[in-house]
């Protein structure tokens, strides 16, 4: 198995103490830009406070901070962007997958064995953070390309009497 583009495989026995900080290199950057379909990564940092759950597993907080260059949606021109999100989710023993309300909104993230990897989870995190339409600022659409279609019964629309006012 390849191991991912950002790889920082923590002991479970290391989780509960403290904050872990999880940095990018200018390589992982280039590499998540890749898998990501950006033009550039320019920076990528995550701070993970995990504790333990009761039964297993660790309820986790982040703060991710990234900047990115998108594509404008409108002008397919690059153009930079930040992200700044906070975050939970909860890392479960692969067997235990699935075993918690299912209307709890807190993402799950399965683990193996006796480590968890954060930068992997950092990864999937900055993914889930990108605008799926990104938008330049000041990137506006021509009129040409506006959604609304003229309806081909629009002129005689124009030639239906109009109900008198009272």
Known sequence: MIPPELHR???????????????????????????????????VWCRWRCTSLPGGGFAARGHLKAAITQICVVSLDPFPAKID????????????????????????????????????????????SLDPYPRK????????????LEHPFAALAQLQPKPPRN
Do not use: M, W
């Open 137 to 148: 600022p000041g990137a506006v659409l021509p009129p040409e390309a506006s959604d609304e």
């Open 9 to 43: 495989p923590i002991p479970i026995d290391r989780i509960n103490a403290g904050d872990i900080d999880v940095r990018a290199s200018q390589a992982e950057c280039a590499a998540l830009a890749k898998r990501l379909l950006l033009p550039e990564i320019a920076a």
């Open 85 to 128: 999100e906070h975050f939970e989710v909860r890392f479960v023993p692969e067997d235990q997958v699935g075993d918690v309300d299912p209307d709890d909104e807190i993402d799950e993230i399965p683990y193996q064995g006796f480590e968890i990897d954060l930068g992997e989870a950092t990864a999937e995190q900055l993914a889930l």
